[in-house]
């Protein structure tokens, strides 16, 4: 892997590292909380933690699909920028408004009638049923609060997605680390009863997390409307609350397959975790010590790969598409080094944080084991995660549900399926092989980046 620093490479590298490292310090501190959480709720005992991760499994689904409606007209926010047209921009961040605040009402009325099915989904494998009954009456008491987060999720998602396409993310993760800092202290005095609160455990941390969400939404909405000079697109952004039905058609059938390709990947992922809680109940807490450590770990990959889509939108959206060819690589190249150096950092640990909780040592130990196996295979999602950006950039939307949906639904999720229903693996080893299927990806994500399939501006007229 070359990483020779030449002054092109130099320009390269710091226009990423701009983007990218607010956003690391945002989602890395957002997920240092989620890990306290974790544990504070872990506290209260395993079924709890499972409960609230069963939960929060379904939140994922809605925020992905919030995230591919956002993500979809913010091809364009990214492009639009990168040629200079406030006007466009306006369009897009309304749509995003609609969009997300449609979204966000329907599930919560879907969730509110279904959650109780939902969650029980992933209580019915081997296990104690005394358990898995309070598992999921907490799960339950969890979700009716959060869901009243919803909205302010989807609106937060509209402010903060804009301003993060146009390359401003620092505004975005101070409001963010704001809201944390408001969760953290609510989780601390609702969740164990402290300042003459009553102690309401998992529904403490849900009330918490409603709380930090307004926050976050408020001051969004304040410092983008009180500086108009360095966000001109919220000039007049509501005066006229419209978007042209060609544009809006057009965001709309960039938006759709990215929502689709989400919400499938997101069920899929549900899905695969059901079949893992098939095999064992005890799965279910184990994959939440997992998961915490590696959204924590991930945070600069992850971020890495969202900056280069930006700064892809950017190059191709001025219309300088040799110049994005050669970017690309590059920037792929710096994502996989850093999910390198944060892998070797998660087997190194692995051992160790388990310890952190408070459950059983069969738990801590297939943790282990579910850690183990996300450091070894760190680099390569890495690789696919920054590829996924790369081709999404330049709006090949229907390109990238093949590459993430179809590939989860026909590949990943069959063989969790199979492996879960009619063999006698365990599941450390069958959460191994799934993990290990990453590696195809690999090859589809090279000739994709390789073909310049993906090197369009769109935004040109």
Known sequence: MSMTLTKDNKQIYRKLLLIAVPMMIQNGISNFVNLLDNLMIGKVGTNALSGVAIANQLIFVFY?????????????????????????IRYTFRYKIISNAIIAAIATI????????????FLQGEGNPADAAESLEIGVDYMRVILISLV???LTQAYAGTLKDLGRTKVPMIASLCAIFVNLVGNFILIYGYLGFPALGATGAAIATVISRFVELFILVVHTGRHPDLYPFIRGAFSQFRVPRALATQYFLKSLPLMANETFWSLGVTTINQCYSYRSLDAVAALNIESTIWNLMGVAFIAMGEAV????GHILGSGELSTAKQSAKKMRRFTVLCGMIFGVLMIGISPFFPLLYNTSDYVRNMATGFILICGFTMPMIAFNHA??????AGGNTMITVLFDS???WGIAVVAAYIMSRYTDIAVTPMFAVVQCLEFLKCFVAFFMVRSDMWVKNIVKD
């Open 64 to 88: 992905l699909m919030i995230f591919g409606a956002t993500a979809g007209a913010g091809i364009f926010t990214a492009q639009y920028h990168g040629k200079g047209d406030n006007e466009g």
């Open 110 to 121: 879907i969730l509110a009638f279904s959650s109780r099915y939902l969650i029980n989904l």
């Open 152 to 154: 302010p999720i989807g």
């Open 309 to 312: 889509g930006i700064v892809m």
């Open 387 to 392: 590829s996924y950006f790369i081709i999404r």
């Open 406 to 408: 179809v590939y989860t």
